[in-house]
């Protein structure tokens, strides 16, 4: 397909999918620069750091360049890259959790229980356990089936309306609504130590 810059951004997402699988290295140029900046977001919100974020959201975009033949023309595009994506940042936080132990911030917490109260230490607790929580929420996810992280991720991380995810997942609110609800029931399962160590929140 003999197009200039400006033809390949007017067309639609499914059109360019289209294109690269026929081949077209300028139709994945093209979604590239439409869509790195989603799929840089959803990494960075499940991974928490700048640097492994970059690496998630490369991996994910070559992986989509690899493996665009799985996409199906009867479904969108983005929602399809960002399962992708969040596939691809749960396999990178199984890895890290292998590699890394929780030891510091153990110690970090069980030496600060008997520690002075003073609004300082507070501070600093309360940021402590904030990360904790994050970081525990993030390794909860693996639990959950692809589309219920999906919608766990655009619902809470991306901060999208259950219209907005059912329009991005070409589904109906109610099946958004379901999905969500088994996510949450899940990770309330998986995290149940977090609710007795904090019942009042």
């Not at 960075?44 to 690496?55: I, K, M, S």
Request: proline share 2%.
């Amino acid at each position: 397909m003999n197009l200039d810059e400006k033809d390949w951004q007017s067309l639609e997402d499914r059109e360019l999918a289209l294109a690269l699988k026929r081949g077209e290295a300028k139709a994945f140029e093209e979604l590239v620069r439409r869509h790195q900046g989603r799929v840089y977001a959803v990494a960075y919100r499940l991974t928490g750091n700048r640097e492994d974020a970059l690496d998630v959201a490369q991996d994910s975009l070559i992986k989509a360049y690899q493996r665009i033949d799985a996409w199906q023309p009867t479904g969108s595009f983005l929602p399809w890259l960002l399962r992708l994506t969040t596939n691809q940042a749960i396999d990178f936080l199984r890895r890290r959790k292998r590699q890394r132990h929780e030891q510091l911030d153990e110690t970090f917490i069980r030496d600060s229980e008997h520690a002075p109260i003073e609004p300082s230490i507070m501070d600093t607790d309360q940021r402590v356990r904030a990360q904790e929580i994050d970081e525990r929420v993030r390794q909860a996810l693996v639990v959950l089936s692809e589309t219920q992280r999906t919608v766990f991720v655009l619902r809470h991380f991306e901060g999208l309306q259950l219209t907005e995810i059912a329009n991005e997942l070409g589904c109906t609110v109610g099946s958004v609504k379901v999905h969500l609800f088994r996510a949450l029931k899940k990770l309330k399962k998986e995290l149940g130590d977090l609710y007795e160590k904090n019942p009042g929140g």
